[in-house]
């Protein structure tokens, strides 16, 4: 769970997270990798 507010009786599967500025339950549920992409599948810089 990332953020801040309220989470009453949320259940987050193993490999997904929950980010929320409010109602948890209003939120949706992603996979790890949306947040921390593996380093291959990070856009590439074009400097």
Same mark, same amino acid.
């Given at each position: 769970m990332k953020g801040c507010g309220v989470a009453r009786n949320i259940e987050v599967p193993t &490999?997904?997270?929950?980010? %929320?500025? &409010?109602?948890?339950?209003? %939120?949706?549920?992603?996979?790890?990798s949306y947040f921390h992409p593996r380093k291959n599948e990070r856009p590439q810089k074009t400097d």
């Open positions: &490999g997904m997270v929950i980010q %929320a500025f &409010g109602l948890f339950s209003e %939120a949706p549920i992603r996979w790890q």
